[in-house]
T-cell receptor
Framework: AQSVAQPEDQVNVAEGNPLTVKCTYS??????LFWYVQYPNRGLQFLLK??????LVKGSYGFEAEFNKSQTSFHLKKPSALVSDSALYFC??????????FGKGTRLHILP | NAGVTQTPKFQVLKTGQSMTLQCAQD?????MSWYRQDPGMGLRLIHY???????DQGEVPNGYNVSRSTTEDFPLRLLSAAPSQTSVYFC?????????????FGPGTRLTVT
């Protein structure tokens, strides 16, 4: 069965420092991988996706993610964190039957 | 385009009552899904549909029914509400063809069952 793990409930980063939010997955076949962000009392917004091709994908708001097939990981990264990046981040995987499963989410706190 | 719309925004039910959460999209997306969001549990898939007339179960389908008679609408029915169904419910849609597979989410429905 497909699954997504986000091992950290919360990540704290100082403003201006690089950030990483971790995600590992398990799925049959080639994965379609996504990152979404949720700001307080808001719905979810799409950040970026990996479907095929280059292992480093770039998305909205300066975020990028690296797909690593051997480690079954898709970590979210940003070179320089902003206070406005503070939010709840979700990793998701879509399997060959178009079932999309989300991780439990990681709360990112950027400290001024 | 209005995108994905959900009604109502808030709802309070008594245990045992039934209701339908409405979801509609105007983007002609084939794929639609329902999730519930609970603290510490993330988003859990309830049911999903890959097109009109086709539905399938997600991770937590018990206590919920869906149907997909049109491309635009994907209502979620609570048959007999229980306090464990207190949650925020999100509907989402996407176009699975081509490379555009990301989901567009509605604003959510906050449901309280007493």
């Amino acid at each position: 069965a497909q699954s997504v793990a986000q091992p950290e409930d919360q990540v704290n980063v100082a403003e201006g420092n690089p950030l990483t939010v971790k995600c590992t997955y398990s799925v049959s076949g080639n994965p379609y991988l996504f990152w979404y962000v949720q700001y307080p009392n808001r719905g979810l917004q799409f950040l970026l996706k990996y479907i095929t091709g280059d292992n480093l994908v770039k998305g909205s708001y300066g975020f990028e993610a690296e797909f690593n097939k051997s480690q079954t990981s898709f970590h979210l990264k940003k070179p320089s964190a902003l206070v406005s990046d503070s939010a709840l981040y979700f990793c998701a995987v879509r399997d060959i039957r178009d079932k999309i499963i989300f991780g439990k989410g990681t709360r990112l706190h950027i400290l001024p | 385009n209005a995108g994905v719309t959900q009604t109502p925004k808030f709802q309070v039910l008594k245990t045992g009552q039934s209701m339908t959460l409405q979801c509609a999209q105007d983007m002609n997306h084939e794929y639609m899904s329902w999730y519930r969001q609970d603290p510490g549990m993330g988003l859990r898939l309830i049911h999903y549909s890959v097109g009109a007339g086709i539905t399938d179960q997600g991770e937590v389908p018990n206590g919920y029914n869906v149907s997909r008679s049109t491309t635009e609408d994907f209502p979620l029915r609570l048959l007999s509400a229980a306090p464990s169904q207190t949650s925020v419910y999100f509907c989402a849609s996407s176009d699975p063809s081509g490379g555009n597979r990301e989901q567009y989410f509605g604003p959510g429905t906050r449901l309280t069952v007493t």
